[in-house]
């Protein structure tokens, strides 16, 4: 497994998680600067949606309107790891979350991500 994502479990809604994705050395290779990394989910019968999104600098950051405001990505290039802080969580925020990587130089985040982690289920009960 090249990413690494933890952090999910079951919350009741107004609750927070964190979750946390490390990129392993071989998934960069030798050069993992410039790396974009982000986060993504996908609820059942639903389409994958980004959720947030943060540059290798971390200047550029987007996030999901439906999030907006509630969630936070964050990353530690010294350890390859990206963060996504989810407060004041609702029902609707239940899905698998993937973390992902893709080359985007030093601030493009809107790319095409070719590495993907494992997923962690996130369960916000009512």
């Known amino acids: 497994v090249q990413l690494q994502a933890s952090g999910g479990g079951l919350v009741q809604a107004g609750g927070s998680l964190r979750l946390s994705c490390a990129a392993s050395?071989?998934?960069?290779?030798?050069?993992?600067?410039?790396?974009?990394m982000g986060w993504f989910r996908q609820a059942p019968g639903k389409e994958r949606e980004s959720v947030g999104l943060?540059?290798?600098?971390?200047?550029?950051?987007y996030y999901a309107d439906s999030v907006k405001g509630r969630f936070t990505v964050s990353r530690d290039n010294a350890k390859n790891t990206v963060y996504l802080q989810m407060n004041s969580l609702k029902p609707e925020d239940t899905a698998v979350y993937y973390c992902a990587a893709g080359y985007g130089g030093t601030s493009d985040i809107f790319i095409k991500y070719t590495f993907w982690g494992q997923g962690t289920l996130v369960t916000v009960s009512s």
């Open positions: 050395e071989l998934t960069f290779g030798q050069y993992a600067e410039g790396y974009s």
């Open positions: 943060i540059s290798w600098s971390g200047d550029s950051t």
